[in-house]
């Protein structure tokens, strides 16, 4: 059973970054796609970043240029480093399969709290 472990949430000024990593228990990040999502309270879990097993990307709108999603596979980890971070990027952040592939069973998350 693979298990997910995401880290590195924290409170942080608007305009400020934040690295979030995700870690697995068994070697699957490396053949496998994998994305950050992130849910706000009282809204759905998004999708915020995509990473493919070629290492292709891609970003929500409201991500794009401000986030970037990269693994490290020796490690077995993605990681969600965040940039220019707005209030809105409020939320508990979680990493797990992309849509249309199978999910592992969710992590705790890590929160992230943009505030003045």
């Known amino acids: 059973q693979v298990h997910l472990v995401e880290s590195g949430g924290g409170l942080v000024q608007p305009g400020g970054y934040l690295r979030l990593s995700c870690a697995a228990s068994?070697?699957?990040?490396?053949?496998?796609?994998m994305g950050w999502y992130r849910q706000a309270p009282g809204k759905q879990r998004e999708l915020v970043a995509t990473?493919?097993?070629?290492?292709?990307?891609i970003y929500a709108d409201s991500v794009k240029g401000r986030f970037t999603i990269s693994r490290d596979n020796a490690k077995n980890t993605v990681y969600l480093q965040m940039n220019s971070l707005k209030p809105e990027d409020t939320a508990v952040y979680y990493c797990?399969?992309?849509?249309?592939?199978?999910?592992?069973?969710w992590g705790q998350g890590t929160q992230v709290t943009v505030s003045s």
């Open positions: 797990n399969a992309p849509p249309g592939l199978p999910y592992y069973d």
């Open positions: 990473i493919t097993n070629r290492d292709s990307t």
């Open positions: 068994g070697s699957i990040l490396s053949i496998r796609a």
